[in-house]
């Protein structure tokens, strides 16, 4: 289920534009792992290269390797689509799809890998995936209304059942809160922190007290100048990164002096 | 309710000859509109009674004598629909989704192209290079496939049948279809698009879930669009179509059911009399006819459209 992720030495390109330089680090397995730093440092572009989606940008491509488990995402002959199925993702604004209900939401995905699943086990997967995203209890008796019907909390709520109904070995997630307010925020992290049983959980949040809330080890991202690649400064222990960082910058911006 | 505040202001100022001018200019266009529709809609209603209710020289009555062209109008717009949208839907696709991006727009342009050829030129073509192209898959399809029904023998010898004239008329309604289309799938929420790849969805299965439940409306939209515009195509039907007023679904023989707009075409300029009013009654069924497409694709329109789905 969980698995683990090494990125050696990632660079990654939109067309000619460098937008992150020799990102290295490890992740281990049933985690949460936060990215954190100023707008526009690669957070996003980080993130979206471990399952690939990067790459759906016109242009757009890596340097360098991501190792699921030791096995390269970037190998010769690795399918994208293999892979996606394999880390789900959670979007910055929640995004059903609105022309399907609740249930059609969360079956989504697993319907597009098995079609012949009977309706009983459609049944158990939707109960288990919602329950799994805390919206159980809220939706159970109105699962066949359109999911754009939801509040923005639940629509993201769904998206999470909806990514870990296909038992996902890594989960990611970008600015999953930054669209919601305080209540529904609060219940994301809970999730976040059950989930973490479960998955490999990388976070992407400008948040700097939900960063210290919900992960484990923190990574430090940091761009020198407009234009300038993206780096990682700093990874660590979430504890150290916000009490002794090693490096100045990292301690200038957890303090809120800069970004 | 934004600009009552900015009215109220202007209010004040004196009237400026520009906007009563404009206003005069505008009210009188909006007026002439409605009193021309209504205008036809009465002309259509008076010539029509005579031929409706009035004994016909020749024919039983003018029910008796609109249906056959009622039916060839609906067939071969069928024909034609069932031909352009599907081929619409899948250029549009290709166009927004799969070709390379210079290949993309050569391709926009080409389409759009094929919207700016006069319908006399498409009736050419018809009569001078499809027909005696398609008369051999005419005879073919008559030969071997005769037992059914649409394409029962014998096959026309010209080739000038209603299949004929509905690929022509496919051809032409398909720029309008397509370039819709085209607009509509490119305004696909780059979210639900992602949200169906993250999900591990081929361009194809991301197609299925975002870009054409998405799409669902418009592409209805433009396909009546299509539709109206083939319902009432004149000149090329006209020209292509060999008719015998038959009607039948055999699409390859040479018994052809003709079309409102083209038998009103073909027949006018030496029409006297009560015959007058019978072609003028017939394009008062196809006025109808166009008037109820509309309605039912509105309301089709507002049935399909979820919210956040456009
Ligand atoms: N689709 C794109 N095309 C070109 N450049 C992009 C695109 N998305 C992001 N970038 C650039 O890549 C850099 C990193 O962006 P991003 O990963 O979104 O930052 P973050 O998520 O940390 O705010 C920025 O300079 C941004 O302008
Ligand atoms: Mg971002």
């Known amino acids: 289920m969980s698995k683990r992720i090494e990125i050696n030495d990632l660079d990654v390109y939109y067309g000619s534009f460098k937008a992150v330089e020799g990102v290295s680090l490890e992740i281990e397995p049933r985690s949460v ?99 799994g995203a805390n919206l159980w209890n809220e939706v159970k008796d109105r699962l066949g209304i359109p999911g754009s019907g939801l509040s923005g909390g639940q629509q993201q709520r769904l998206c999470i059942a909806r990514a870990i109904a296909v038992s996902p070995d890594v989960l990611l997630m970008d600015e999953p809160c930054s669209a919601l307010d305080p209540i529904s925020t609060l219940a994301i992290e809970d999730l976040i922190e059950e989930l973490k049983q479960e998955y490999t959980i990388v976070i992407v949040t400008h948040n700097m007290q939900q960063a210290s809330r919900v992960s484990d080890k923190t990574a430090f991202f940091n761009i020198a100048g407009t234009g300038k690649p993206g780096k990682l400064i700093e990874y660590d222990e979430t504890t150290r990164i916000f009490s002794n960082p090693s490096v100045q910058s990292t301690e200038d911006y957890v303090s809120g002096r800069f970004g | 309710m934004t600009t009552a505040a900015p009215a109220a202001t202007r209010a004040s100022a004196p009237n400026r000859p520009a906007d009563v001018i404009f206003k005069a200019v505008s009210t009188t266009a909006g007026v002439l509109i409605l009193i021309a529709l209504a205008g036809v809609a009465i002309f259509l209603v008076a010539q029509a009674v005579p031929a409706i209710i009035g004994p016909l020289p020749e024919d039983d009555s003018f029910w008796a004598w609109v249906w056959p062209l009622t039916f060839g109008t609906l067939w071969s717009a069928f024909l034609a629909m069932v031909m352009a949208v599907p081929m619409a839907i899948a250029i549009a696709l290709f166009i927004t989704h799969f070709a390379p991006r210079r290949l993309a727009s050569i391709l926009g342009y080409a389409i759009d192209l094929l919207a700016a050829i006069p319908s006399v030129i498409y009736g050419l073509w018809g009569i001078a290079v499809l027909a005696p192209f398609m008369q051999p898959a005419y005879t073919w399809l008559a030969d071997n496939l005769g037992w059914i029904p649409l394409f029962s023998p014998p096959a026309s010898g010209t080739g000038r049948t209603i299949l004929t004239a509905a690929i022509v008329l496919a051809v032409m309604v398909l720029p309008i279809i397509t370039a819709l289309c085209r607009e509509i799938f490119l305004q696909t929420p780059r979210l639900n698009e992602e949200a169906s790849l993250a999900l591990g969805a081929t361009r194809w299965e991301m197609i299925r879930m975002a870009v054409l439940p998405h799409g669902r409306s418009g592409i209805i939209a433009s396909s009546i669009l299509g539709l109206g515009r083939a319902l009432g195509e004149t000149m090329a039907v006209a020209m292509v179509l060999a008719s015998a007023g038959a009607v039948t679904f055999v699409v390859v023989g040479s018994q052809n059911p003709s079309t409102i707009a083209a038998n009103i075409a073909l027949r006018f300029p030496e029409a006297h009399g009560i015959t007058v009013n019978m072609l003028i009654g017939s394009g008062l069924v196809l006025f109808a006819i166009t008037l109820l497409v509309n309605a039912l694709s509105r309301w089709i329109i507002a049935k399909t459209t979820v919210d956040g789905g456009r």
């Open chain 1, 33 to 131: 792992t936060a990215f954190i730093g100023p707008s526009g440092c690669g957070k996003s572009t980080v993130l979206r290269t471990i399952n690939r989606m990067h790459e759906v940008i016109a242009g757009a491509y890596v340097d360098g390797e991501i190792l699921l488990d030791g096995a390269n995402l970037y190998g010769s002959g690795v399918d994208p689509v293999n892979v996606r199925r394999q880390i789900g993702m959670v979007f910055q604004r929640p995004n059903p799809f609105p022309t399907m209900t609740i249930r059609e939401n969360v079956l989504a995905g697993v319907l597009l890998n098995n079609r012949r699943m009977s309706k009983s086990d459609q049944d158990d997967l939707v109960e288990r995936s919602l329950r």
